[in-house]
Each structure stands twice: as structure tokens, then as C-alpha cells.
């Protein structure tokens, strides 16, 4: 097959003037690399195409692909990540990953935890502050724990993301809503084990690669998965292994990822995160439908890895999930 590469490269956007946070989420060279080494290791062509604008002017060149590896996050807005599939959406050409309803909500944390616990599984209670005024209405119990509605990686999260008091929850509100100009999501603080589980396939052919327990080393920021500690995943970060013949508590996580992930319709690969409240009861956090993919940093290539899975067969059960989309040309 003839496959195109979209994505976001950090470098560019670096150059032309945006911040590290602003571009923590896009992708470096060697990423794009190792994609495009494993799709022509499995046989296919490749073409990188880039930025969702590029993608915009080789569509208009009259170009096309069997296939589109679509890794874009997109710049602004909840509904960026859903960008790139639109538009191959609207000239009939399949891609990887969720589809944009998919993309918009699994980015929208309030949206996502809706439909999962519509779905019957556990999630923190919540609420979401869009003006500094709503803090008056959040009546939970502390400890709370904020972040912004639609970021990943970490974006906005800190130890002062743990909130102990109503003086906390203000101060911390007004800070990300001037910082990231969207809501803030509250949520139960949850002081148990972390899991990331990472989920192949789709629909009913979905199913669990494995599970890797977030354990924070010495000099990490204390008690939250942190945009710094993911940063300085390497040395403030193990990322364990655990597996679900072993640990109970690990199989009920994967039992929670593997419905949710069917809850929502995410597609061909991807995690759901989760973690523990006081009872060692796990419960789900945030879905990943556009995973990172970068071959030693990323969890999901890492969680390949440390059960044997090479990476280019990970990225070749992408490939074979989304090929079922694929209509003869």
C-alpha cells in the first residue's frame, strides 16, 4: 500500500516561535522516522506528509493514499485532534486511529468520563469550573485534584494539583483558566496505584497488550503523574510492567480499559489510564486514543517492548486494524 504520515513535528513549530509546553504533545524527527522505517519493513510505501495544512494543499494537488498514519494532535481548540480525520474523512481516505467524534471527545474530559460512566464503570466524581465563580459549587469532599479540560501529557498538572482546601481549589482554578483559557476539570483525588493499559484492535476485536504501573522514583514530584515527571520520564519514572495472571487488582484495571475503550470506539491502538482510590479499587482516568508513538520514550511502544512485542509488529496490528476500514480502489 501506498501510506502517508501526518503529523505535527515539534522542531517546526519550535522554530517558528511557539513555546516547549505549547508543543509538548507533537511528535520528534526520530518518531517519524521509526514509523516510516517500520511501515516499509512490512512492505508498504511511504510518504510523510506533515501539518494538517500541508495534508490540505496535497489534497488539493489532486494527491492521495491507501492509507493515511495519522499522529496529528493539532494546534487550538477541543476539537483539534478530530482535524486530520475530517478532512480524510471528507475525501474518502482511511486512516488510523478514532474517528473525529471519537477524537473530540476523549479529548473533553468531562465528555469522556460521561460516557464511560453511562457504560457502568468507576470514575472519580467530578465537576468542571468555567469561571472562577463555579468554585462555590464544587462540593466535593477534599483532597480534589484539578487539570485543564482538554490537555495531555502532563499540561497543567503539578503537585499543586492536589488540593486540599477550598483556598487551593480557588487559587489553582484562576491559574490554569488564565493559563490554558479553558475549563478546569476537578476531581476526587485518587491516592492509590497507577495503571496505563494499552489496548490493540477495535470493537469487539479490541484487546489488552498489557499493563505498565506508573511508579515515581525518588526526586519526582510527588503523588501525580506531572507534566515534569513525564518530561523527565527517564529518570523520575518506572514504568513496571504488571500483569493480570499475577495481581487482581491488575486484572479488574484491564477489565475497566477494555470496556471503556469499546464505551467510546476508540481504534486500533491506543491506552486508557487508571488509577486506585483508597480501596485499591481502579478506576479510569483519561482514555488515549491517539497514543504516543515515539519507539522508547512513548508507554505504548514501551509497553510493546517489555512483553516482546517488536515495534514494528506494533506498528503493523495498527496497520492490520485499520486495513479493515481500507475499501478496494
Same mark, same amino acid.
Given at each position: 500500500?501506498?501510506?502517508? !504520515? ?6 517546526? &513549530? ?34 510523510? !506528509? ?36 475530517? !478532512? ?24 469522556? /468520563? ?7 464503570? *468507576? ?35 503539578? *503537585? ?28 476526587? &483525588? ?34 501525580? &503523574?506531572?507534566?515534569?515527571? /513525564? ?99
Amino acid at each position: 500500500m501506498r501510506v502517508g !504520515i501526518t503529523f505535527d513535528l515539534r522542531s517546526e &513549530y519550535l522554530a517558528e516561535g511557539y513555546d516547549e509546553q505549547e508543543t509538548a504533545e507533537f511528535d520528534r524527527a526520530d518518531t517519524i522516522d521509526a514509523i516510516a522505517d517500520a511501515l516499509q519493513q512490512l512492505g508498504h510505501v511511504v510518504d510523510r !506528509i506533515g501539518r494538517a495544512k500541508t495534508l490540505v494543499r496535497r489534497l488539493a494537488a489532486g494527491d492521495a493514499w491507501d492509507l493515511v498514519f495519522n499522529i496529528c494532535e493539532g494546534l487550538r481548540g477541543m476539537g483539534r485532534e478530530a482535524q486530520v480525520p475530517a !478532512i480524510l474523512e471528507t475525501f474518502e481516505i482511511p486512516y488510523t486511529f478514532a474517528d473525529p467524534l471519537v477524537m473530540s471527545v476523549c479529548l473533553q474530559k468531562e465528555l469522556t /468520563k460521561l460516557i464511560v460512566a453511562q457504560a457502568g464503570l *468507576p470514575t472519580p466524581a467530578a465537576r468542571v469550573v468555567r469561571q472562577l465563580s463555579d468554585c462555590e459549587t464544587v462540593a466535593l469532599p477534599f483532597p480534589l485534584f484539578a487539570k485543564p479540560l482538554a490537555e495531555g501529557t502532563g499540561k497543567g498538572i503539578s *503537585p499543586a494539583s492536589r488540593l486540599a482546601n477550598a483556598h487551593e481549589l480557588r487559587a489553582v482554578c484562576e491559574q490554569l483558566l488564565q493559563q490554558y483559557r479553558q475549563p478546569v476539570l476537578v476531581e476526587s &483525588y485518587l491516592p492509590g496505584r497507577e495503571f496505563t493499559v494499552g489496548l490493540l484492535g477495535s470493537g469487539s476485536r479490541a484487546r489488552v497488550l498489557g499493563t505498565l504501573e506508573i511508579v515515581l522514583l525518588p526526586g519526582a514530584e510527588a503523588g501525580v &503523574y506531572s507534566y515534569v515527571n /513525564k518530561e523527565r520520564c527517564e529518570e523520575l519514572v518506572e514504568y513496571r510492567l504488571v500483569e493480570a495472571a499475577r495481581d487482581p487488582v491488575v486484572r479488574v484495571a484491564e477489565d475497566v480499559a477494555l470496556r471503556a475503550w469499546q464505551a467510546l470506539d476508540c481504534r486500533d491502538g491506543g491506552r486508557i489510564d487508571l488509577r486506585c482510590d483508597a480501596g485499591g479499587k481502579p478506576q479510569f482516568l483519561e482514555a488515549n486514543p491517539l497514543a504516543g508513538l515515539h519507539p522508547f520514550h512513548s508507554d505504548l511502544p514501551m509497553l510493546s517492548t517489555a512483553i516482546g512485542m517488536p515495534y514494528r509488529d506494533l506498528i503493523g496490528a495498527i496497520v492490520n486494524s485499520a486495513n479493515e476500514r481500507v475499501k478496494p480502489r
